[in-house]
């Protein structure tokens, strides 16, 4: 099992260009996340998806949308990259709700926009 | 007020130490909690749940004081790969987790 994978691994954008995270994961789980990691703040949720076909907006999903392509895949879409949202990308998944369940990560994507 | 803070640190320590990080919430209706460990430029790991009653999982200790709303972690006979970063989480509700900034920690032989 690869576990939760993530493309690309490091990405550098200009203002105002858009790109697509993907983020995939084998193990069957019900519940993907999207994450974003920035020095001295702490992970914060962007988005996430209980299940297939739902999504729900976290801590600050301003800029972001996501789109839960079926049980395994789940990707972050950023319209109008912006500098603000240079950071780390975590995607993460669960069996079940994340109050109840490990939460599984994945490798990252490092972002930077000019 | 953040909702979950910890001590940044570093906490440098010798191999052998036994060193405690603590982690304060700040709502008092928050489920669940979890340490999870982060190695340098690497992805978050769940290290171990927080039960009420307290857990221990070989070196390392869990408690939970909802009284004065933190939670703390102890590791006993510290190794140089226990080196990381540990990451507070407090879960409100559902899906709702609030990760703390994280604790550095080294050890140094």
């Known amino acids: 099992n690869a576990g939760v994978t993530q493309t690309p691994k490091f990405q550098v954008l200009k203002t105002g260009q858009s790109m697509t995270l993907q983020c995939a994961q084998d193990m069957n789980h019900n519940s993907m996340y999207w994450y974003r990691q920035d020095p001295g703040m702490g992970l914060r949720l962007i988005y996430y998806s209980a299940s297939e076909g739902t999504t729900d907006k976290g801590e600050v999903p301003n800029g972001y949308n996501v789109s839960r392509l079926n049980k395994r895949e789940f990707s972050l879409r950023l319209e109008s990259a912006a500098p603000s949202q240079t950071s780390v990308y975590f995607c993460?998944?669960?069996?079940?709700?994340?109050?109840?369940?490990?939460?599984?990560f994945g490798p990252g994507t490092r972002l930077t926009v000019l | 007020r953040k909702e979950v803070e910890q001590d940044p640190g570093p906490f440098n320590v010798p191999e052998g130490a036994t060193v405690a990080f603590n982690c304060t919430y700040s709502?008092?209706?928050?489920?669940?909690f979890f340490w999870y460990r982060q190695d340098c430029r690497k992805e978050p790991k769940l290290l171990m749940s927080?039960?009420?009653s307290g857990n221990e999982d070989g070196r390392f200790t869990a408690q939970l004081n909802r009284a004065s709303q933190y939670i703390s972690l102890l590791i006993r006979d510290s190794k140089l790969s226990d080196s990381a970063t540990y990451l507070c989480v407090v879960i409100l509700y559902g899906n709702k987790l609030v990760f703390g900034a994280g604790t550095i920690l080294r050890v140094k032989s």
């Open positions: 993460a998944s669960s069996y079940l709700a994340a109050n109840t369940d490990t939460q599984y």
């Open positions: 927080v039960y009420s």
């Open positions: 709502n008092s209706a928050s489920q669940s």
